[in-house]
């Protein structure tokens, strides 16, 4: 079946900027998460979705960045005055999270990655 | 606040060796813990995962050990062949209800033919 996708691959633009980068997440997955990998770093957490809300956004490193979830698939990761310390490559991963009757399974399944290069 | 660390940075071997990448954790509270493979310029690609209840985890020539109460794991690569060659990154998930990663910096590793 499909796995996460995540449109563009690449995007470069110019300081002060606005962007917004997506997430398709694997279809029936109610769990999404964003995190953020810098040059030579493992990535760090961002955002995570459960379902439509935004259950834990402690990642999001100031008012600049803002995510939404609206039907409870597609997210879309938003940038505003883009600065050169945002670039980064940007992950999302989806998981099934809970399995009926049983303990929370929680297994993430991560995209390609959007590589974002603010100039 | 947990913290993961992976040693070594990088490494670089000839093919054929057996090999041991370390992962250690500092709050032993995980839900799992799960080693990926990262190929340059590219997204990760999950190879084992280990439920907090499990010592390891077996896949082919990879092996993953979890100690959870001294706060390490271990990613066992026997016969490295050049295809091998990667970051090798290790995440933990915290049992906070959000299941998040905490990442390592990971690996790189050169497997030389």
């Known amino acids: 079946g499909a796995g996460v996708s995540q449109t563009p691959s690449n995007k470069v633009t110019e300081k002060g900027k606005y962007v917004e980068l997506r997430c398709d997440p694997i279809?029936?997955?109610?769990?999404l998460y964003w995190y953020r990998q810098s040059l030579g770093q493992g990535p760090e957490f961002l955002i995570y979705?459960?379902?439509?809300?935004?259950?834990?956004d402690s990642g999001l490193p100031n008012d600049r960045f803002f995510a939404v979830r609206p039907e409870g698939s597609v997210s879309t990761l938003k940038i505003q005055r883009t600065e050169r310390g945002d670039s980064a490559v940007y992950l999302c991963?989806?998981?099934?999270?809970?399995?009926?009757?049983?303990?929370?399974?929680?297994?993430?399944?991560f995209g390609p990655g959007t590589r974002l290069t603010v100039l | 606040k947990q913290e993961v660390t992976q040693i070594p940075a990088a490494l670089s071997v000839p093919e054929g060796e057996n090999l041991v990448l370390n992962c250690s954790f500092t709050d032993s509270a995980i839900y799992n813990l799960q080693w990926f493979r990262q190929d340059p310029g590219k997204g990760l690609t999950s190879l084992l995962l280990i439920q907090s209840s499990q010592r390891e985890q077996t896949s082919g020539r990879l092996n993953a050990s979890l100690d959870k109460s001294s706060g390490r794991s271990t990613l066992y690569i026997a016969a490295s062949q050049p295809g091998d060659s990667a970051t090798y990154l290790c995440a933990v998930v915290v049992t906070s209800g959000t299941y998040k990663y905490i990442f390592g910096t990971g690996t790189r590793l050169k497997v030389l033919a």
């Open positions: 991963a989806s998981s099934l999270m809970f399995l009926a009757g049983g303990p929370p399974y929680n297994e993430q399944f």
């Open positions: 979705f459960q379902g439509t809300g935004a259950a834990d």
């Open positions: 279809s029936g997955h109610t769990a």
